[in-house]
């Protein structure tokens, strides 16, 4: 037996009167026919997020790769800098007591001649 329904993606008083003859023409069919197409469905569903997954996957690995490598070379730079900074800093530090050395020594030569 054959039903002839015209899909419109809504249920209404059609389904109703095409779902009773089913059921009425073949009652077991039609709980086996939906449990069919139900296991079908999440099959198609499973497949298909398969592949988008395995791709998915690859993606992220890629960029997340990508990601580690750009924060050592980030890690590795931000080191020399330090050193760099370290090193002007250490200079500017023996300058400045230099500085104060030299000025406390011209003082006491100042101060001392005058006396």
């Not at 095409?18 to 069919?29: H, S, V």
């Amino acid at each position: 037996m054959r039903i002839v329904v015209t899909v419109d993606g809504a249920l209404g008083p059609l389904t109703i009167v095409a779902t009773t003859q089913a059921m009425a023409a073949a009652p077991d069919y039609l709980a086996d026919a939906y449990g069919i197409a139900r296991r079908n469905y999440y099959y198609r569903l499973a497949d298909g997020r398969a592949a988008v997954d395995d791709f998915e996957i690859d993606r992220r690995v890629i960029a997340l790769e990508t990601r580690n490598a750009v924060d050592e070379v980030h890690r590795t730079n931000v080191g020399v800098r330090l050193a760099a900074i370290e090193e002007t800093l250490c200079r500017l530090v023996r300058l400045i007591i230099g500085g104060l050395l030299m000025a406390g020594l011209t003082y006491a030569v100042q101060v001392g001649l005058m006396i």
